[in-house]
């Protein structure tokens, strides 16, 4: 059993991190950069400004570059090169729709420069400009394209420089349910955990303005109640639940943007992967229109409600909706950089319910400055796990460490 444990738990937290790996990939951001200072000198310290602006109708997730590599260029045409470098914080966002996050770096100031120089930061055709005169005053700074650029190339979608099918492959990955390791001790030690993904089929010509079927997502979720008191450790059951959906955060927005409504449309699968008497599964369609508030203090509310139709279900779970019901109430409420709180609620037949409640802080903004989130579940109710879908769970709070609140 011992030489089990060193095998199997190495093996899921690789199988965690490289999950991790896939989705923090960068997808898509407009972004615009501009100089903190309008004057400066050799030696001195700058400060870069890059505000990520989603006015697509998806959220987008955006990872800051640790590293700008610097052009310096005078009025003779002389080149000189550095590095900005990206100060503390979180380098992986999520950005919601109508909302912009912001990032600094900072760099200093070549030796032997003098006069007005163009900083032009590699890969971006903005320009950015800093008199280095230790003479004249200060001049008001401005950002510019570069000649012979698009006069909206500033704020245009990024892509990647590079054309390798594996970084393809990794900007149409990101993040779809929560991911999440969160333990427990009522009734013995165990543990919950959740890993989730989602990959987009089709990679849209124009991000501002993508066709209906760029929107089409294939997304997979694993989510496992894990027995850690016994003496073999074992899993007490695991689902597996491939999916292919459709998904548009936005299809309307009011005209301020503070309301916006999206729809998410698709067939699950969902099985526990056992045969026998324990073999459990079951399929449905669903429908899920989305209602969101973004207020002024920078947090969004939204409801969601998922509503299902079976179909196929094994023959020892036929029952299955008499307890999970046919809608699952979802309500979020998320702060930017900030507090996450979601609730879902299931209403079976004759009384029979679920209640899961989340709460996310993230580590960054406590001592430890560390990245992810503190995660506390709260669960109560019928369908804890596919396996004992019809048992009754007492409440339950496990406390752990979440990736993707």
């Known amino acids: 059993m011992t030489q089990l444990r060193r095998t199997l738990i190495p093996y899921l937290l690789g199988c965690i991190f490289a999950f991790l790996f896939l989705i923090t990939a960068p997808t898509y951001a407009g972004v615009s950069y501009q100089l903190l200072q309008a004057h400066a000198q050799s030696g001195d310290t700058v400060n870069i400004q890059g505000i990520v602006f989603n006015d697509t109708d998806t959220t987008l997730s955006w990872s800051a570059p ?20 990206l100060k503390n914080g979180d380098s992986l966002v999520s950005v919601p729709v109508n909302n912009f996050v912001k990032f600094s770096w900072h760099a200093v100031v070549p030796n032997d420069v003098d006069g007005l120089y163009a900083i032009n930061i590699e890969g971006d055709a903005t320009l950015l400009a800093l ?31 590079t054309s390798s099918d594996f970084n393809i492959f990794r900007s149409a990955i990101s993040a779809y349910e929560p991911i999440y390791f969160d333990v427990g001790s009522k009734g013995g030690s165990n543990a919950r955990y959740q890993v989730s993904f989602k990959y987009r089929l089709f990679t849209p010509n124009n991000e501002t303005q993508p066709d209906i079927i760029d929107n089409l997502y294939f997304g997979y979720t694993q989510t496992a109640l ?7 450790m074992p899993f007490v059951d695991t689902s597996f639940k491939p999916s292919l959906f459709w998904r548009k955060d936005a299809l309307w927005q009011s005209q301020d943007k503070k309301w916006f409504a999206g729809l ?3 067939v699950e699968h969902e099985s526990n992967g056992k045969g026998g008497e324990d073999s459990r599964s079951l399929n449905f369609t669903y429908i899920q229109p989305e209602l969101n508030y973004r207020f002024n203090s920078g947090s969004t509310l939204s409801l969601a409600p998922r509503i299902k139709a079976y179909f196929k279900m094994d023959p020892d779970n036929q029952d299955y909706r008499d307890y999970a019901g046919n809608i699952d109430w979802r309500l979020r409420y998320a702060q930017d950089q900030g ?6 609620y299931r209403q079976g037949r004759a009384g029979r319910n ?18 992810g989130y503190l995660h506390v579940q709260y669960f109560k109710g019928y369908g804890e796990t596919l396996l004992g879908y019809n048992h009754k769970s007492d409440s339950q709070v496990r406390v752990g460490l979440s990736l993707v609140p």
Do not use: E, K
């Not at 679920?354 to 990245?371: E, G, I, K, V």
């Open 66 to 85: 640790p590293q700008l590599a610097l052009q310096w260029r005078n009025q003779d045409g002389q080149v000189i090169h550095s590095q900005a470098y």
């Open 131 to 161: 008199d280095v005169s230790s003479t004249s005053s200060a001049i008001t700074h401005t950002a510019v394209n570069a000649p012979g650029a698009d006069a909206s190339a500033d704020t245009n979608v990024i892509t990647s420089t």
């Open 226 to 232: 894990w027995d850690l008191h016994s003496d073999s």
């Open 264 to 266: 998410a449309t698709g």
């Open 339 to 344: 507090l996450v709180l979601t609730g879902l």
């Open 354 to 371: 679920s209640t899961t409640l989340d709460a996310a802080w993230p580590l960054r903004r406590t001592f430890l400055n560390m990245n």
